[in-house]
């Protein structure tokens, strides 16, 4: 009786000695189709021209296998995984809550993150939280709602009209720009600050701070999407 005793399973090719077969389809170093040829007989060529027979498909009967040099292969791969990862744009929801009495300080507070955010590319859910008898006055919360979409309508729209849910009520404000974009447009504007730093190297420790704070964001705004979390602003 087979048992499995908790191995990972790999999901390498076999390459060279590992390939058990009689005989297999081969492709030349530069992609020719060289035809059905004895392993023993693939194994020469391979070792003819200092290259790796790698199996590269093992469904097909005989299997197909290339002549290549599998370890500048499995680098290269590596470095296209990494660009694409790096180039992956993921759109995160971020949470702003506000009182229906806010005062004019903390709404500009409030305002300036749902700027920032939407700047990123990314959706902002607004919540706004009602207590005791300001859940007798939804319409507070719908012209405040309405005011912070005028104030941003430069940056987002609203993707989800305010609607009550419980003691809350809700609107989500989408981007106007991707999230690739506005990825783009961070990167450009660090590698700005770097090359008039260099430009100016007796600029002041403010700027410095700044930079290094833009260069948070960035890094931020590439997390991938399974590590990156809501964040909530507390009113």
């Not at 390459?15 to 992609?31: K, Q």
């Not at 693939?42 to 070792?47: D, F, H, M, S, T």
């Not at 971020?94 to 990123?120: A, N």
Request: hydrophobic share 35%; proline share 6%.
């Amino acid at each position: 009786m087979w048992c499995y005793r908790g191995g990972s399973i790999s999901t390498e090719p076999r390459i060279n000695d590992r390939i058990r077969v009689p005989e297999v389809r081969l492709v030349g170093p530069s992609g020719e189709q060289v035809g059905i040829v004895p392993l023993a007989k693939a194994l020469e060529l391979a070792q003819e021209y200092d290259l790796d027979l790698v199996e590269v498909a093992a469904n097909a009967r005989p299997p197909v296998c290339k002549l290549m040099d599998y370890g500048k292969f499995k680098y290269e791969s590596a470095m296209k995984a990494r660009e694409a990862r790096k180039n992956q744009a993921h759109t995160v929801i971020k949470e702003m809550k506000l009182r229906p009495k806010i005062d004019p300080h903390d709404y500009d507070t409030k305002k300036g993150h749902v700027v920032r955010f939407l700047k990123q590319g990314d959706k902002v859910k607004i919540t706004i939280m009602f207590r005791g008898r300001e859940q007798s006055r939804p319409e507070l919360g719908y012209r405040l709602l309405q005011r912070l979409a005028e104030d941003v309508q430069d940056l987002g729209f609203v993707e989800s009209n305010p609607k009550q849910d419980g003691r809350n009520m809700i609107m989500v404000l989408g981007p106007h720009k991707k999230k690739t974009e506005a990825m783009a447009e961070a990167r450009q504007a660090q590698e700005a600050r770097k090359a008039d730093a260099k430009a100016n190297p007796g600029r002041s420790q403010n700027a410095a701070e700044f930079d290094a704070a833009e260069a948070d964001e960035v890094d931020a705004a590439e997390a991938p999407a399974e590590e990156a979390a809501e964040e909530h602003a507390e009113a």
